[in-house]
């Protein structure tokens, strides 16, 4: 399913947008656009720019959204079953954000694992209800942390 995400990016957008919409989406974020940005032919520190870029656009409408959104919908519609199965995988995964708060959400969103980055981390945010004057400058350095690591791994350091 990355793959075919990946390719619909690249054969529909310039390599700048579709880097920025690869970070921005939760299938693939970091992991997927910083690699897709360096196959482009992008120099590693633009391709760390656009995907940290994208993958930090979500995160404050995120914040926004998602209590609202985790009111609106009751367990009894499709979109409600899918977003408490989202909460509940969350919940499994992200004990060090319950434990550590600011911290544990910084760890969660560097770690580049599947299911781990920007948007499992703000939905742990809302679930834990760490502020969002926390949560966001936070996720956003576990962002970084995450994008320069991706960087480094995709160019070879760590390889």
């Known amino acids: ?59 404050p409408i995120l914040l926004w959204l998602l209590p609202k959104a985790m009111e609106w919908f009751s367990a009894g519609t499709w979109l409600g079953r899918q977003l408490d199965r989202w909460v509940q995988r969350t919940r499994r995964r992200s004990d060090k954000v319950e434990r ?32 969002p004057k926390v949560a966001l400058p936070a996720i956003g350095l576990g962002v970084l942390i995450a994008g320069i690591v991706i960087t480094l791994l995709s160019i070879g350091i760590f390889g």
């Open 1 to 59: 399913m990355v793959d075919s995400v990946v390719n619909l990016l690249r054969e529909t957008f310039s390599p700048q947008v579709g880097v920025v919409l690869a970070g921005a989406l939760p299938i693939t974020e970091l992991r997927a656009a910083i690699p897709l940005a360096i196959s482009l032919g992008m120099p590693p520190f633009e391709a760390f720019l656009y995907g940290v870029l994208g993958n930090l656009l979500p995160i």
């Open 100 to 131: 550590y708060g600011a911290l544990g959400l910084i760890l969660f969103t560097a770690v580049p694992l599947p299911t781990t980055g920007a948007w499992t981390a703000t939905l742990a945010a809302v679930i834990f209800r760490v502020s």
